[in-house]
């Protein structure tokens, strides 16, 4: 509904076929554990980490965050993860299911007005260092990093019914020349 909104069309990943033609990807929350396990099951896991290191736009929300994470805190032994991007989250850092909240995020290259950041057992993450950007803090933690045409929120941009996330991430992040 949110990308339908931004005037973008989108189609499900389930098998490797569908990953053919596409400009973007978006890693949904859920729990990262399980899709780590799925996407190694249905021979996910290798072309999605090719297809980001050669350029594809991937924005990972929440679980998605932490499979595109280079190191995960509070994961299991052998959590598999594309480890793509120059962070270390840490899984559930607010707490469970029932301390999930909302909060107004301060996201200036969204425009003047707090996005409303829906945080569902949510991680938090610390920068491993440049080529990642920090683009949002919360309590001094990161939840929001780019590091080129990979993306990374811990919250969800899609239940807030405010697309400024999708609309920036279809205009200025999707458009990036792969290569
Ligand atoms: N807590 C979940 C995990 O660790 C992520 C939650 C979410 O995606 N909303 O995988």
Known sequence: QALRACGATPVEVRLPKDLEGLDALILPGGES???????LRYHLLQPIRSLGQSGLPIWGTCAGMILLAQEVVGGLPDQPVLG?????VHRNAFGRQVD?????????WLGEAPFPAVF????????????????????DKIVAARQGNLVATSFHPELSGDWRMHQWFLDHVVPIPAG
Not at 100 to 108: D, G, K
């Open 33 to 39: 554990t399980t899709i780590g396990k799925l996407l």
């Open 84 to 88: 793509l991007m120059n962070l270390r």
């Open 120 to 139: 569902i057992r949510a991680p938090v993450a610390e920068s491993l260092g440049p080529p990642l950007e920090v683009l949002a803090q919360y309590q």
């Open 100 to 108: 999930s909240f909302q909060a107004e995020l301060s996201c200036p």
